[in-house]
């Protein structure tokens, strides 16, 4: 068989441009759902707990997580079918377990340290959703790592600088953020 | 030395190689999204994919999800390891350039 060099540097370009677009096309299609509707959900919750009385937020907050939590499994569903993993059908059943662990544990650190304010709660808890989003990216698929961290850099940067505008910094900059994060990743990437 | 393999050469079975080898080891993908993916027809995509199958390169599982036929596509061991050789001949050729 025969190729001259010119159809070789071809067909190494098409492979290189076929490689790139499935993994780009794998890697996102799960992030940029789930990214959008956390930062939905973020975005309105956060702004809630700002501006609207405490009796009001946590009805708002209930709302959208289960709005949230209801979409991203029928849309999560969906995006899923095109790749089947024996490793993640497999363990299935661990991956499950190991949220319902670290939900648990994140209830016990928050009953053992007692925190003053709903500030100190909704960091503890951001900080254990993405120790999580960290924990399955790096066993699973490392395309799904990276952005748990600025996102966590984020939330402790308004945490620590900004406490009187904590909310507000999490539901335009970190729940905004994830939603342009999400856009991009769909439409660009 | 690694030899071209001329199977895996022609333009569309390249491509479906290199969007299966680009999965994790023992992943599978339906038809309906490398069809996509590649922007080919379904037949086009359907006889390609029965010569790499027939060459032992590609394993087709053809299952039902919720009451639905579905076909996924995944590349055999044999497979990469075919496909990793071709991108190696490639190489070789394009570096005597």
């Known amino acids: 068989m025969n190729v001259s060099p010119d159809e ?33 959900v973020w975005l ?5 707990t700002q501006f609207l009385p405490g009796e009001i937020t946590i009805a708002v907050w209930i709302g959208v997580s289960l709005l949230g939590s209801a979409l991203a499994v029928l849309l999560g569903n969906r995006m899923g079918r095109r790749v089947r993993s024996p490793f993640a059908a497999a363990y299935a059943m661990r991956i499950g377990l190991f949220w319902l662990l670290l939900v648990l544990y994140a209830v016990a650190v928050i009953a053992v340290a007692r925190p003053t304010d709903g500030k100190q709660v909704t960091m503890l808890v951001i900080l254990f959703t993405m120790i999580g989003q960290l924990s399955m990216g790096l066993l699973l698929t490392f395309s799904a790592t990276w952005w748990a961290l600025p996102i966590t850099a984020l939330a402790l940067a308004g945490y620590f600088l900004l406490p009187d505008l904590f909310y507000l910094w999490m539901a335009i900059l970190v729940g905004g953020g994830m939603i342009a994060l999400g856009l991009y990743i769909r439409w660009r990437w | 030395m690694a030899e071209l393999n001329e199977t895996i050469h022609q333009p569309v079975r390249l491509r479906v190689m290199a969007a299966l080898v680009a999965l994790e080891a023992g992943n599978e993908v339906d038809f309906t999204y490398l069809r996509n993916l590649l922007e080919v027809t379904d037949g086009n995509l359907g006889a390609h994919l029965r010569k790499l199958e027939e060459a032992g390169y590609i394993a087709v599982n053809k299952t039902f999800v919720e009451r639905k036929p579905r076909t996924f596509v995944a590349a055999t061991a ?7 050789e071709h991108v190696a001949a490639l190489e070789s050729i394009v570096k005597r350039k």
Request: glycine share 8%; no cysteine; hydrophobic share 45%.
């Open chain 1, 8 to 40: 070789a540097e071809e067909a190494l370009a098409a492979i290189q441009s076929v490689t790139q677009k499935t993994r780009r096309s794998i890697a996102s299609s799960g992030a940029h759902i789930y990214l959008i509707i956390t930062g939905a």
């Open chain 1, 44 to 48: 309105v919750g956060f702004l809630s």
């Open chain 2, 78 to 84: 044999e497979g990469r390891q075919v496909f990793q």
